[in-house]
């Protein structure tokens, strides 16, 4: 009987420290004006490109700007801005965000892994205990805007991150244009509706490549298959972003493509989704 109270009394102070977490990333993310996260049904698709590039266009255009990179098992956001290595200040509010190109306050799982190679191999609730605690610790300061970096997928792990995050403005979904992406695109859809939030858009990257001596249109993954995808599901587009190689290239070297090269169809495309985005929330808030 003795054990059966002790645990109950256990189990008592976990739930109330749980609430205490909780409560606490409810009011340190209040500070902050809107929060969209950055998903995509699969891997590889661009989904930290997308939110590193977005970042920077909101940066420019005069928004103060976070990043949390929570895709735990790729967090590529510090190499992309040239914050690879950083370790996070402490100080006794909590854990402060590293500063990178335009001011734009970055979290990554990545700054609590001793170097770049280190897997994160952690078992389900340790997981999500660590990360709770992890995010009910930043010190965000205010905000206008905090893009948030989602592992890859629809499953259990970048849902569970997801309700942990007070709030939500909405959610945009990063696809490449091939038939099998749009399968995953539809759970992507249906992943945001669970969580009761809006869709921003759909954003369709590497759409075709342009070739840089003669202009033609190359579709190496066919093209057109997000915008279709979202006139079925009827959810906003938001725009195509070509491939080109030297958004590769400038996320390697730690540069923000569209600071690099501003004058490229790509980055073109990505300050019209931002406007798009910028729209978004500015109707948001008039509601
Ligand atoms: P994810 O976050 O979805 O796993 P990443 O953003 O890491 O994907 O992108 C995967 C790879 O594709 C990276 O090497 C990135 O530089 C490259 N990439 C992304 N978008 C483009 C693009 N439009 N043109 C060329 N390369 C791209």
């Not at 698709?45 to 920077?56: D, E, H, P, R």
């Amino acid at each position: 009987m003795k054990n059966l109270n002790s645990e109950t009394e256990s189990l008592e102070d976990e739930r109330k420290f749980i609430e205490g977490q909780e409560r606490l990333l409810k009011i340190r993310m209040e500070k902050i004006r809107h929060k969209v996260a950055v998903i995509s049904g699969k891997g590889g698709v661009g989904k930290s490109t997308v939110t590193v590039n977005l970042a920077v266009a909101f940066a420019m255009n005069g928004y103060r700007v976070g990043i949390l990179d929570a895709d735990i098992h790729g967090p590529s956001i510090p190499k992309m801005l040239g914050l690879s290595g950083n370790r996070l200040e402490v100080g006794p509010p909590g854990v402060f965000p590293a500063i990178g190109p335009f001011g734009i306050r970055v979290v990554s799982i990545d700054f609590l892994l001793p170097n770049e190679e280190s897997p994160v191999i952690w078992r389900g609730p340790l997981k999500m205990a660590a990360i709770r605690q992890f995010l009910s610790d930043i010190v965000w300061g205010e905000l206008d805007l905090l893009l948030i970096d989602l592992p890859p997928g629809t499953g259990d792990e970048p849902l569970s991150i997801a309700q942990l995050l007070p709030d939500m403005d909405g959610v945009i979904i990063v696809t490449i244009p091939s038939e099998v992406s749009q399968l995953v695109v539809k759970k992507a859809v249906n992943f945001a509706r669970t969580l009761g939030l809006p869709i921003v858009g759909i954003i369709e990257n590497m759409s075709g490549f342009l070739c840089p001596n003669c202009g033609a249109r190359i579709d190496i993954f066919q093209s057109g298959g997000g915008e279709r995808m979202a006139k079925e599901m009827s959810v906003p587009f938001l725009g195509r972003i070509p491939v080109d190689p030297r958004v590769c290239e400038d996320s390697d070297r730690g540069k923000p493509f569209i600071v690099e090269c501003k004058d490229s169809p790509s980055s073109k495309a990505f300050m019209e989704i931002f406007k798009k985005i910028e729209d978004f929330l500015n109707q948001k808030e008039k509601r």
